[in-house]
């Protein structure tokens, strides 16, 4: 008999069960997913960008999809925090062995900070993920994630009022993804999360219109998994704190490579819009992937990658 797996990680001091999540903006507040995906399987997930008030988002077409990705302007539409509270989480709170991570953004630090404080309250979400990152509006946190100084003044305010792990999510669209890992971390962040989608996009040749109303959007999927490889392998190597790796990710070798590259856990965005099974299906394969070559700790894997 072959020795027992654990696919376990410990992310911040909370313990996944295998380092697979599904990513914000991607799966909803969870429910939605609960006849398609076994939720208890999957070692969390973050559920849609939480504000203090609820944002009906951008104007259509938002979505389109590329070769190898799919470019969103969703614009944070949200139903607002007080209603995930309410409407959302009691659900959630009889679904046994999940791990929920609420993701939150704001228009400015007072925001993040209301929104944190309202959640506060309620009972049953592990973690905060704070989107410094979204692309997609005027004021929907890009300008936190990539300027330093902007980035540790809203983690410094949050870190103050969280009564919960905090993971800062950081964008791609800056120069030096070490240095703002880096920030993040001296600041407060218990772990950091990324990438966030790549601004971009698209324009119709025949129409000569955006593809996107928004103009430019964000360009996620299989398309930018390697550049969010070097990212992540890049802010795992400049912080101490754990890194949660995404981008592109659709296969059981793809979470492998990110671990390999530094990533204690990982998320799964845009491969849920083809396949919504695809999260089950991954924590399947990492399992096979494992068994396969008689690992016994997942967790050894991390930051393993050989250069000779
Ligand atoms: C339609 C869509 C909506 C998203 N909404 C959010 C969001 O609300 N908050 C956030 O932090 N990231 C959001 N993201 C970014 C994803 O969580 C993820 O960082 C990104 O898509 C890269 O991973 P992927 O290539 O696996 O999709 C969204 C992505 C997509 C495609």
């Not at 009889?94 to 991570?101: A, E, G, P, R, T």
């Not at 993971?167 to 240095?179: D, E, G, H, R």
């Not at 919504?276 to 494992?290: R, Y």
């Amino acid at each position: 008999m072959s020795p027992a797996l654990d696919l376990s990680v410990n992310v911040a001091g909370i313990h996944l069960k295998n380092p697979i999540i599904a990513a914000s903006g991607t799966f909803g507040y969870g429910v939605e997913f609960e006849d398609v995906v076994e939720l208890s399987k999957l070692g969390g997930f973050v559920v849609k960008g939480l504000s203090v008030e609820p944002m009906i988002g951008n104007p259509p077409p938002r979505l389109w999809e590329t070769a190898a990705g799919m470019l969103n302007a969703i614009g944070l539409q949200n139903i607002g925090a007080q209603a995930f509270l309410e409407e959302k989480l009691p659900h959630l709170r009889q679904l046994k062995n999940i791990v929920v991570m609420a993701n939150v953004f704001g228009y400015a630090r007072e925001d993040y900070e209301r929104t944190i404080e309202i959640l506060n309250e309620g009972e049953g979400i592990a973690a905060y993920e704070l989107n410094v990152s979204c692309p997609n509006t005027a004021h929907g946190g890009i300008q936190f994630g990539s300027d330093p100084r902007s980035l540790d003044e809203v983690v410094t305010t949050v870190k103050r009022v969280a009564r919960r792990p905090l993971i800062v999510k950081l964008s791609p669209n800056v120069t030096s993804i070490a240095q703002m890992a880096y920030v993040a971390q001296e600041s407060g962040a218990d772990a950091l999360s990324l990438v966030n989608t790549f601004v971009a996009m698209a324009i119709d040749p025949e129409t000569r219109k955006p593809r996107i109303a928004n103009v430019t959007a964000g360009l996620s999927g299989p398309a930018i998994k390697p550049i969010a490889v070097r990212m992540v392998y890049d802010a795992a190597h400049a912080v101490k704190i754990p890194v949660i790796g995404m981008g592109g990710i659709s296969t059981a070798e793809d979470v492998i490579e990110f671990m390999l590259a530094g990533a204690t856990a990982v998320q799964i965005g845009t491969a849920s819009y083809w396949d919504p099974c695809a999260t089950e299906k991954i924590v399947d394969g990492v399992e096979q992937w494992c068994k396969e070559r008689h690992l016994t700790r997942i967790a050894d894997l991390i930051g393993g990658m050989q250069l000779e």
